[in-house]
């Protein structure tokens, strides 16, 4: 019983490396297969024309020195640890939040209706409450942008619902 | 040659390239002083912007930006204990003691002499190293690039930022982000989701602008409760006449080591500086004041940090193999611009060539005298909330990336990129690696195809190359060079050589 005690006391921190090891190595295998079961998606080319290297041959190779190296990784992380991570504050998903919310807006209204909305969005989320520079922010300088791209490099941006009312 | 030099040189007397050069200093000290910015993203962002302008002026913009940025995150490091850029983070281990305690002007000074010191030199080699080597490039193969450019992906393992091993895997996924879209050799379609827009591949400038400046801004999101205490400074004093006696053999070294660094490929001027610094105390007689303010770490760091912007230019001129980070956006550009870098470059535009040398020098004179002058005003661009400044970064990141294809799809690859990276450096992952592999991935592909052609797929015929086969032992050391350099580290931190005891 008491070997069994010292057993499990000598065990415990090597369960607890291994409980944070496995993380990043899944994450890691599982991008691995879903990419090589991608490549059997590819075309195959007559051996005539492809002279020894078919187009899923290089991807393969790749996956094969990640995994090597994702073994390798293993190793590492059972013996050498990573640092705890802290947790995420509410501001990292609130930016998050406010990424998805760009690209939807960017997507159905307009780019810059969008750009108003994530700078507005992030200065009232990072502690910002005055209420002129947030507005500077976020409508003279897409505004500022807009122009300087139309009328300088002549670059036409997507249409939506306010730049729309500039090209009509 | 000659002549294309000179007519490169001219170039520089024309008062608009003069202007943006100086324009682009002010930007570059900007940017590097601002932490979270830096060359690399600043850079990647700038980089859409110029691909309406001539290739001189778009190239002496990026390039310009890169030497004064590094520069100037001495600027925080030394007055916040915030490096704007990572290869100022050996400059705070004695620039900001030096602050506290009231040497704020002198630290400051010696990092802008040092700067500029390390940055010319760095130039003068690199206007003489990077045409030999382009002309040696000229005995290169497919075999030979290709080894060439295993090499370069080699080192990424001994990049500062997260652990060989970790680096390699991303490196590694890179160069696998590069096989997105159709095989050049087969035309077959790779990993495109039947999506057009991905047929010519991935872009690298939205997953450079993605992984460096929108993760950054998440990991900005992450700090919001950081206070930064500022140290008030008169003024920038030049260094004294006993300074310059304590530091002349420091700031030599440095230039020497920091090029060196710089010229390996995907190494730069993080890792110049840290070995810079190391070599400073290592060397010095007063090694007990290092860590509290020892002007000689100052000194070291950040003359290593800028020569290696000129050693860095050399293989991505010479060769189109990336010195560092940034130097790879910088090749993005070239490649923008039809700009294929090699022997055929210097051979065929040699005045592009020298005009980039000259703009390099100029932009290591005009840094000078604007760090002399205005360091303590560029050091307040830091009051700028954060809650205003990343908000810009956004628009100009959306929009740089937009404006380069007109395709919003570069936007969603980007912003994908932003939270992937993010993910990447929680994860104790670099997210330069990635950006190097994309950029070398077509490179090593096509070489390494082209190469089994030619061997009739008998891959044992690369070791009858023998410029090929200095390239993989050097691969070899590369790979290796993590574990000797942490054994040296030990080594070091153990005590090193007693004060007193004369070197062997």
Redesign the interface.
Known sequence: MGSTATGEARLAPLRERLRHAW??PLA?LLFCAY?AY??TT??R?PKA????????D??LL??G??LL??A??VW?LIHNP?PP??R??A??F???GL?LA??GI??WVD?FAG?AV??VG??L????RRLV?ILA??VV??LA?FLL?DLV??????RGVLTSLYYD | MLEGALAGLAALLDPKLLALIFAATIGGVIIGALPGLGATTGAAILLP?TV?MEPIPAIALLATIYCAATYAGAITAILINTPGTTAAAATCIDGYPLAQRGEAGRALGMATVSSTMGGMFSVLVLAVAAPALAQLAYKFGPPEYFALALFGLSMLASISSG?A??N??AG??G??LA?VGM?L??G????TFGMPELTEGIHFIPVLIGMFA?SE??VQ??R??MIMERIAMKAVQLPSRADYLRTWKTILRSCGIGTFIGVLPAEGATVASMIGYNEAKRWSKNKAEFGKGAIEGVAGAEAANNAATGGAMVPTLALGIPGSATTAVILGGLLVHGLRPGPHLFNEQPEFVFAIFGTMFVANVMFFGLGLMGAKLFARVTLI????L???V???A??GT??LD?S?MD??IM?GC??LGFVMR???FSVVPVAIGLILGELV?TT??QS??MFD?NAWLFFTRPIADIFFLLTVAGLCAPLIMDRLARRWRSGGPEEGQGRS
């Open positions: 993380q990043v890691v990419v991608l490549t590819f075309e080319v024309l492809v002279q020894g290297v078919q187009p899923a290089f991807p790749l996956i020195v990640i190296l994702t390798v990784l590492q990573d991570r802290s995420l504050p501001t990292f609130v930016t998050v990424f760009f690209a960017a997507a780019l750009f994530f700078a992030l200065s989320a990072w502690g910002e520079p922010i976020a300088l897409p942008i791209f490099l002549e670059i036409r941006f997507p | 912007f309406t652990g091993i970790k390699l895997i590694t996924f160069v696998l096989t095989d050799m087969t077959v379609e790779r990993f929108l801004l998440l999101s992450t919001m409760n909330p954060n809650a205003f990343w908000p810009m956004f628009m100009l959306v929009v937009y404006a007109q919003i936007v969603w912003l932003g939270v929680r994860f104790g592909e390494f195809k089994m052609v797929n």
